[in-house]
T-cell receptor
């Protein structure tokens, strides 16, 4: 599992509340990613990080922010959750130098009511 | 046109069948091609990885890449009920930090 954990694994929240999801890795990987997975859309990149305090936007970044203050932790924040952000969120790391293979965490299932 | 197209299925086969899963893509810059397997309520798991064109075999799995046709395939021989999952193709242009571009996944069911 490439040493990736995500917390919480499940969360139900209400529209308008802030939510923070955490991705933690134990193997000192430089690149970390946040994806969301939705029926009919597949996996789509939200944000990624290429080092401590270095982040960039992905395809579906609106409504999300990220932070990486330590190599091992990559946080995804929904400042004011909306029902359209109900999804399964996956964190990933790029494991092998010189390739683009990525390894995924177990996911967080978020429901916004 | 989406960058990566993948038939969502579902695909149902009997145990022991040969399964063929396919993706087409439009970006000629893609160089790395991957297949992920995802069981229900789990994270995607890297199954096969291929650089550029050609074939790669790993046990019952064979990945093929035809860059001239912008077409990739995953073959599963002697399919087993444990192969029942969603299979996602993914690819990238190997630029530092870029994300993988995924197909939407094909759901496979292997019946015993």
């Amino acid at each position: 599992d490439a040493g990736i954990t995500q917390s919480p694994r499940h969360k139900v929240t209400e529209t308008g509340t802030p939510v923070t999801l955490r991705c933690h890795q134990t193997e000192n990987h430089r690149y970390m990613y946040w994806y969301r997975q939705d029926p009919g859309h597949g996996l789509r990149l939200i944000h990624y990080s290429y080092g401590v305090k270095d982040t960039d936007k992905g395809e579906v970044s609106d409504g999300y922010s990220v932070s990486r203050s330590k190599t091992e932790d990559f946080l995804l924040t929904l400042e004011s959750a909306t029902s359209s952000q109900t999804s399964v969120y996956f964190c990933a790391i790029k494991n092998r130098v010189g390739t683009d293979t990525q390894y995924f965490g177990p996911g967080t299932r978020l429901t916004v009511l | 046109q989406k960058e990566v197209e993948q038939d969502p299925g579902p695909l149902s086969v009997p145990e022991g069948a040969i399964v063929s899963l396919n993706c087409t893509y439009s970006n000629s810059a893609f160089q790395y091609f991957m297949w992920y397997r995802q069981y229900s309520r789990k994270g995607p798991e890297l199954l096969m990885y291929t650089y550029s064109s050609g074939n790669k075999e790993d046990g019952r799995f064979t990945a093929q890449v035809d860059k001239s046709s912008k077409y990739i395939s995953l073959f599963i021989r002697d399919s087993q009920p444990s192969d029942s999952a969603t299979y996602l193709c993914a690819m990238s242009a190997n630029q530092a930090g870029t994300a993988l571009i995924f197909g939407k996944g094909t759901t496979l069911s292997v019946s015993s």
